[in-house]
């Protein structure tokens, strides 16, 4: 058959596919095995690989290290999940005009929205920070939030319209014959419908959320309570000493809840994101 | 690819589709002006101006401008951001290529392959950070241990501390950030190809290499243009990796615009020269993004897709 390898082939594939891992995993071994050190052995040199008093004690001292390291596991999840559904109340009417409705300046204005797609908050960051002030939502959630909404925007727009794109447009006629409103329509036949689109868009916009919010977090916000993960964890860093085991073991288990999600999620992920790359 | 355009017949009574559809977008839009169009607009006005900390500020014109094209240190900034960009996309590219291939080969234990991929991509580009951080630490990281026991360095080797060596060192870890991404886009591309055309090719005698390179290239070369694209914007903008590994550091060597700008404004205060920096950026961009765009056409056009 076409698809039967030879041994010696399986053995390559298997070879590169370790090399291939190892390269995207060595990090988080070697970020777990600094947890695992006692503080005072971390700094051993020369470097050894195995040390004989490994053990898990700085999974429990990191909660009284940092008092507040649960709650900036949870912030980094609330942010990113407020961020997701703001971003869907947003894209989801927008996607929609793009996806079905012909309209003067579609395409400028589809342009303008990917046009944003350039920027990263690094380069707006100085008046990014007076509109904040503007506002009056310096240090609290909202800082933190509304910027990643705005970055985040466009792509959902792109992924979301390709997904409309495909639902097929008789069953709206149907309901346009029925006499339903436009946006009955589009709540009650089109969203249903979409719902494995709004899926992935919402894995896609949420990963985005989660993987950048350190920028923002350090730069508009000064209330420690409302810290996302990647900024809390640089309160390992103390006067004295720096934990470095602590601060592992914390990072690994505070990613630790969003990586069993996208356990059961990646089947979604891996077959949905590509609706926006993969034309048909 | 055209949207359908054949939207039905709305009665005279109804909203017209264009007010429809413009209501649909005016949040969005509204929103995206409100947090990236007036800051963009902002930091026009501020190039233009001497502003530092405090209240006081002139215009003076062009001036920041003509400090930018007349600094040689700027220019070698511009050049380290296109080779590092240029160099990490084409890493992120070949190893995406390979990584698709590998998770899509009939093999026992790709579904547990493909879900070991994720984890640089899903994380947070901070922490992924903290951990090649100690990576690349001399005294205790492994990569240093490891190079002193095979016998490569004969003492610690601190990666971010030399010039050549911090810069590669962020191109590999930049790599790392984006490579999973890539690679799961590829995959998804080559899934797309239609099984026919390898039969066809299989039993015509072609070998796999032929067969990778005569048809699953081609077909999936719109999927890899777009995210090209796409990765190249990401790294020129990419600046959490370098900030938490170096600073741009050691002696500006891991420099590039995103992070000259921010230092210029942040770590300097000079808000006027910052803001020139920012919008050279921006323009770059533009220029980039549309000669790209146009790429992109091109090639949709010569492989046919529709």
């Given at each position: 058959m076409m698809d039967r390898y030879s041994i010696w082939q399986i053995i390559g594939i298997y070879a590169a596919m370790a090399a291939f891992l190892i390269f995207l995993l060595l990090p988080f071994f070697e970020m777990f095995m600094a947890s695992l050190r006692p503080l005072e052995h971390l700094?051993?040199?020369?470097?050894?690989?195995?040390?004989?008093?490994?053990?898990?004690k700085a999974y429990q001292d990191m909660w009284n290290t940092v008092p507040l390291l649960g709650r900036y596991i949870l912030n980094s999840i609330f942010i990113s999940t407020a961020v997701t559904m703001i971003t869907l109340i947003f894209v989801i009417p927008a996607s929609y005009a793009y996806a079905r409705l012909d309209f003067p300046f579609k395409n400028i204005s589809l342009s303008i929205f990917l046009g944003?797609?350039?920027?990263?908050g690094a380069v707006l960051l100085i008046p990014l920070y007076r509109v904040m002030a503007t506002m009056g939502i310096?240090?609290?959630?909202w800082a933190m939030i509304v910027p990643g909404v705005a970055f985040l925007i466009p792509t959902g727009i792109w992924l979301l319209r390709s997904y409309l794109e495909k639902i097929p447009v008789e069953l709206e006629e149907a309901a346009f014959v029925d006499g339903a409103s436009r946006l009955y329509t589009l709540r009650r036949v089109v969203l249903p419908l979409a719902l494995p689109g709004l899926i992935v868009v919402s894995i896609a916009v949420f990963i985005g959320a989660y993987a950048q919010q350190f920028l923002f977090a350090i730069t508009f916000n000064q209330t420690r309570e409302y810290q996302p993960l990647p900024a809390g964890?640089?309160?390992?860093?103390g006067y004295q000493s720096v934990t470095w085991n602590e601060m592992m073991a914390a990072a690994l288990t505070g990613v630790l809840p969003v990586m069993v999600i996208f356990l059961f999620l990646q089947k979604y992920l891996i077959a949905g994101l590509t609706a926006g790359a993969v034309k048909e | 690819m055209k949207a359908p355009t054949n939207a039905p017949q709305t009665s005279?009574?109804?909203?017209?589709q264009g007010a429809f559809a413009w209501l649909l977008i005016a949040p969005a839009m509204l929103f995206i002006a409100t947090i990236v169009a007036w800051p963009l607009a902002e930091t026009l006005r501020l190039s233009f101006t001497d502003t530092r900390i405090g209240p006081n500020f002139a215009y003076v014109g062009l001036e920041n401008y003509q400090d930018l094209a007349d600094s040689r240190k700027f220019k070698q900034t511009v050049w380290r951001t296109f080779y590092w960009m240029f160099l990490s996309v084409g890493l992120k590219l070949v190893l995406g290529l390979i990584g698709a291939t590998l998770l899509n080969?009939?093999?026992?234990g790709r579904a547990l392959f493909r879900i070991l991929v994720l984890p640089p991509w899903v994380i947070p580009i901070a922490i992924g950070m903290i951990g090649w951080l100690w990576l690349y630490?001399?005294?205790?990281g492994l990569l240093s241990g490891v190079m002193q026991y095979v016998g490569i360095v004969d003492k610690s080797f601190e990666?971010?501390?030399y010039k050549q060596s911090a810069f590669y060192s962020a191109v590999v870890a930049d790599v790392w950030v984006g490579v999973p991404m890539v690679t799961l886009f590829f995959l998804a591309a080559m899934q797309g190809v239609s099984r026919d055309l390898y039969e066809a090719a299989w039993v015509d005698g072609a070998s796999r290499w032929y067969r990778f390179r005569r048809i699953t290239i081609p077909q999936i070369m719109p999927v890899i243009v777009s995210m090209s694209l796409l990765s190249a914007i990401f790294t020129f903008n990419s600046f959490e990796i370098i900030w938490i590994l170096?600073?741009?550091?050691?002696?500006?060597?891991?420099?590039?615009m995103i992070i000259d700008s921010y230092k210029t404004a942040f770590?300097?205060?000079k808000f006027g020269e910052g803001a020139a920096r920012t919008i050279v950026i921006v323009c770059l961009l533009g220029i980039f993004s549309v000669a790209y765009i146009w790429l992109l056409n091109k090639v949709s056009k010569h492989y046919g897709t529709k």
């Open positions: 700094f051993r040199s020369p470097y050894q690989f195995w040390s004989d008093d490994f053990s898990f944003v797609n350039m920027f990263t310096l240090n609290t959630y964890l640089f309160e390992f860093i | 005279p009574k109804r909203l017209s080969a009939a093999i026992p630490n001399g005294a205790f990666f971010l501390a170096t600073e741009g550091g050691p002696r500006s060597a891991t420099t590039t770590s300097s205060r």
